[in-house]
């Protein structure tokens, strides 16, 4: 009995440390830097459009530029720049390994005739 709560509390603090969180108002990855988004990131649209974006580092601080130059977004401090910016690379970087591996061909449903391939 013991063994089997031990073990259950293992699995628990496994899994714990696995999963991403996410802050419930802004869907923005917890981890460091996270703060600094929420601030600056979520005034002039949703976070989603921070989330549902994916760049390096250098793609997100043009993504940054643009709106500086274009869009009224302050000017930050570099410490907050680059805070802004590991944040930004570190949890939302191209080619995230959120999504699944491909479907093996061989498990995929037969091709549509709809599909343009
Ligand atoms: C001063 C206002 C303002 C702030 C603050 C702001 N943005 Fe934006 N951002 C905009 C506007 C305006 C757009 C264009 C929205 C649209 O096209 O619907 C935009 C678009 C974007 C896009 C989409 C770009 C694209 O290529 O489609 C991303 C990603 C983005 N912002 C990220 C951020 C991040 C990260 C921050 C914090 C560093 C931030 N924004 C803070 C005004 C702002």
Redesign the pocket.
């Known amino acids: 009995m013991r063994r089997g709560l031990l073990f259950v509390a293992l699995l628990l603090s496994t899994s714990h440390s696995i999963a991403e969180e996410y802050d419930p108002t802004t869907g923005l990855v917890i981890a460091e830097g996270w703060q600094l988004?929420r601030i600056?990131?979520g005034?002039?649209?949703s976070h989603a459009?921070?989330t549902g974006?994916r760049a390096d580092r250098q793609t997100?601080l043009d993504?940054?530029r643009w709106?500086q130059a274009t869009?009224?977004?302050?000017q930050f401090d570099a410490a907050t720049e680059s805070g802004?910016l590991d944040y930004?690379s570190a949890n939302y970087p191209p080619q995230a390994n959120r999504r699944r591996a491909p479907i093996p061909p061989s498990l995929r449903p037969p091709m549509d005739t709809n599909e343009s391939r």
């Open positions: 988004v600056h990131c005034g002039c649209h459009l921070v974006q997100w993504v940054i709106m869009q009224n977004l302050w802004i930004l």
